[in-house]
C-alpha cells in the first residue's frame, strides 16, 4: 500500500506566474484535499474533490483551483502567485469523506514565491 | 461553526515526564476530533481519532486523549515522554455531517522534549 506522493518537494516561482502541483492519492483512496499551511500555523483547507468534482471549498480566491483524475490523483493549479502565496501545500487523501477513517497527508510542496 | 483552540504555543518536557497539550473545540453538533503530529520537513501523521464512540481513545506512540463533552475538551496525554516525541501537534476538528469533511486545524502546540 503506496502513501500519498506530492511532486515537486520544493518550487521557486517569481510574482504573477503560475504553478501547478500535483499529488498521488493513496491506493484504495477515492477523495483528495488540498490544504496550505503558511510558516507557524495550522493548515487551512483549500478545496477537496471526489469523482473528479470540486467538493467543497474554502476561503481562497478563485486563482487557486484544482482537477482530479480517474485514477483520484490531483493538482492543485494557483495563478497570479502572490508574495501570500509561499506556504507549505499539503495533500490528503480519504476514502470517501475521510470523517471516521481519517485522512492519510503527504509531506507537501514548499512554494516560495519571490 | 467549527473550530479548536490549542491553548499553548509551546510546551517544554523533560525526556521521561509526562506530556499535557490542552485542545478546546467548539462545536454546534457532535464533532470528530483528531490529533495529528507533524515532524520537520515530513508530512501530518494521524495519532488518534474520536468519533462518537468511547470518550478515552489511545493512539500511536504511547499518546491518548479523553473526550469531555462537559468542558468541549480533547486533551492529549502521554504518561511518558521521549525525545522522538518532538515535534509540532495539531488538534484537529471535522464537523458532524455535510458532503465536505474539511479538516479544521488548530494553530498548533511545539512540544520540546529535554534530555
Known amino acids: 500500500e503506496t502513501g500519498v506522493t506530492q511532486s515537486p518537494t520544493h518550487l521557486i516561482k517569481t510574482r504573477g506566474q503560475q504553478v501547478t502541483l500535483r499529488c498521488s492519492s493513496q491506493?484504495?483512496?477515492?477523495?483528495v484535499s488540498w490544504y496550505q499551511q503558511a510558516l507557524g500555523q495550522g493548515p487551512q483547507f483549500i478545496f477537496q474533490?471526489?469523482?473528479?468534482?470540486?467538493?467543497g471549498r474554502g476561503n481562497f480566491p478563485p486563482r487557486f483551483s484544482g482537477l482530479q483524475f480517474p485514477n483520484y490523483s490531483s493538482e492543485l493549479n494557483v495563478n497570479a502567485l502572490e508574495l501570500d502565496d509561499s506556504a507549505l501545500y499539503l495533500c490528503?487523501?480519504?476514502?470517501?469523506?475521510?470523517?471516521?477513517?481519517?485522512?492519510?497527508f503527504g509531506s507537501g510542496t514548499r512554494l516560495t514565491v519571490v | 461553526a467549527q473550530s479548536v483552540t490549542q491553548l499553548d504555543s509551546h510546551v517544554s518536557v523533560s525526556e521521561g515526564t509526562p506530556v499535557l497539550l490542552r485542545c478546546n473545540y467548539s462545536?454546534?453538533?457532535?464533532?470528530?476530533l483528531f490529533w495529528y503530529v507533524q515532524h520537520p520537513n515530513k508530512g501530518l501523521q494521524l495519532l488518534l481519532k474520536?468519533?462518537?464512540?468511547?470518550?478515552l481513545v489511545k493512539g500511536i506512540n504511547g499518546f491518548e486523549a479523553e473526550f469531555k463533552k462537559s468542558e468541549t475538551s480533547f486533551h492529549l496525554t502521554k504518561p511518558s515522554a521521549h525525545m522522538s516525541d518532538a515535534a509540532e501537534y495539531f488538534c484537529v476538528v471535522t464537523p458532524y455531517g455535510g458532503a465536505t469533511n474539511k479538516l479544521i486545524f488548530g494553530t498548533g502546540t511545539l512540544l520540546a522534549v529535554q534530555p
Open positions: 462545536s454546534s453538533y457532535s464533532p470528530s
Open positions: 474533490y471526489y469523482r473528479e468534482e470540486e467538493n
Open positions: 490528503a487523501s480519504s476514502l470517501v469523506s475521510g470523517k471516521d477513517s481519517g485522512y492519510t
Open positions: 474520536y468519533t462518537s464512540a468511547a470518550t
Open positions: 491506493s484504495g483512496h477515492n477523495t
